[in-house]
């Protein structure tokens, strides 16, 4: 069986350096997605708001037996104001269903001790949340299923339509903020689900991308930098936050 690690969204920004340095010197294949085609154009192009896609790209991994070390779901997208309510939605199926249905399309050709690595964002911190948002994001027998209602719950009201859940009030109002705060939520889930492999979120910091803008303090290898660190390092803490190789809070 062929190892590999899949990194997804390289085409530009943070996604393609990740993918530069992996590449150094690497003992695995290393596989870069891009909506186009993936992995030198043996793969299917990776939409990661499109759930057929996700389905397509992950079935070509299975076929070719491949043997997940890490994945890496990168790629993302910041809407800034929400403008409307395709922008909402839009930002919660790329940032938070795309990571969460790719990891499970790829569960079965995940190594035993193999990484999950979200590139999340310090903007999902749970200061953003409201104290009873926070602290039901926070339960530890929170699941999956759970997360997926608040989810749609949050695009409801977003949406104008009507809420029955009162806790997803308590949620911020940039949806790029909700997505990640939901994605750092999957993480806590994912390492209790499944205690074999290693399940962490990622902040690589203000980057100067595309989406990051001109003015940010940090470059794109500096923005790489965890997670590249993070695919091969002897020890990492399942369930955590990182920046800057440390553990930070949530
Ligand atoms: N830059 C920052 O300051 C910063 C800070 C915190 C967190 N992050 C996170 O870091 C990650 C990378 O950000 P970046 O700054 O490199 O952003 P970027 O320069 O805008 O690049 C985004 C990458 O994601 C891909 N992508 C977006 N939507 C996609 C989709 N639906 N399907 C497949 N690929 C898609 C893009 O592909 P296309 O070229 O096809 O659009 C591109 O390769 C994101 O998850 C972001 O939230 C960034």
């Excluded at 969460?100 to 749970?126: F, K």
């Excluded at 999956?144 to 209602?149: A, I, M, T, Y």
């Excluded at 939520?185 to 290693?198: E, F, G, N, V, Y």
Aim: aromatic share 6%.
């Amino acid at each position: 069986m062929e190892e590999c690690i899949i990194v997804t969204g390289t085409a530009r920004g943070i996604g393609a350096e990740i993918l530069r340095q992996l590449q150094e010197g690497a003992s695995e294949r290393i596989i870069g997605t891009t909506r186009k085609a993936s992995g030198n154009g043996e793969f299917p192009g990776l939409d990661v708001s499109d759930s057929q896609s996700i389905e397509g790209f992950a079935s070509e991994v299975l076929r070719r037996r491949l043997r997940l070390r890490a994945l890496i779901n990168n790629a993302g997208v910041y809407s800034g104001r929400d403008r409307n309510d395709k922008d909402v939605d839009y930002v919660l199926h790329t940032n938070y269903h795309g990571p969460r249905l790719l990891t499970n399309a790829l569960l079965p050709a995940m190594a035993p001790n193999a990484r999950i690595i979200h590139i999340s964002s310090g903007m999902g911190e749970l200061s953003g949340y409201s104290a009873k948002a926070k602290e039901e994001l926070l339960r530890p027998d929170i699941t999956e299923d759970r997360l997926n209602e608040l989810v749609k719950d949050y695009l409801a009201l977003r949406n104008g339509k009507v809420v029955h859940n009162l806790s997803v009030k308590g949620w911020p109002d940039v949806a790029y903020c909700a997505s990640k705060g939901a994605l750092n939520t999957l993480t806590r889930i994912q390492s209790k689900l499944w205690p074999h492999l290693t399940v962490i979120s990622v902040c690589p910091g203000w980057v100067r991308t595309d989406m990051g803008g001109p003015s940010a303090p940090r470059d794109v290898s500096q923005g790489a930098d965890t997670p590249v660190w993070a695919a091969h390092a002897p020890e990492l803490s399942s369930g955590k936050f990182y920046r800057d190789r440390k553990p930070i809070p949530y």
